[in-house]
């Protein structure tokens, strides 16, 4: 099966999941004479201003590139083709947290203990190091399905800068709810205490 190509970088390839704001694909980019698998994202969220909502994305994404944080999964560009959008991010090859746990249960055993332990403190050592900037990065949609794990087991953020986008440019479709775009916690607003709340819950 050929793959579709976009802007003449980025191979898009067979869809692997659905998350809140579209469709993923595996796909690759051409780096020089090679390629490297990326995640691509075709933008199908319901939303109400869409330029304004990705220059807010890329960013609040920037922020975090700069601070060279592990265990943040990266925007790597964005791409118009005709009427589509979509996202490109880092590959992270290893399910969701959710998936993860899920998998153990059907099988009839919990997950690992200690492996759960070492998710957890590797998950608040990244939150840590966002929150603890002189303005302080937060996420806004902490739980078991926002986070992947790699093939080591390392926990990685995903969809960092979504609720911070959504939130600057005033989107309060009933989708963010439905889709678990973000933790609906005591503290209210995008803040450190809303992604500790939502660590606990995970």
Known sequence: MSSETLAGRFELGPERWVAPLGPVSE?????????RKVAIQRLTAPLKDRDAFLEA?????????????????RLLDVVEEG??????????DGPTLREWVEAHHEKGSPAPYGFLLAIAK???FTLHALHGKGRPL???GIGARAVRLDRSGFPVVT???VCAALEQTGETGAWITERHVRVEAPEGGLAPPVDVFGAGLT
């Open 27 to 35: 796909g690759k980019q051409h780096v020089g004479p090679g390629r």
């Open 57 to 73: 994305l890329i960013d609040v994404q920037g922020k975090a590139s700069r601070a060279a944080i592990p265990g943040v999964q």
């Open 83 to 92: 009427e589509d959008t979509f996202l490109v991010w880092d590959w992270v």
């Open 122 to 124: 590797d998950l608040l």
């Open 138 to 140: 937060a996420h806004g």
């Open 159 to 161: 969809r960092f800068g």
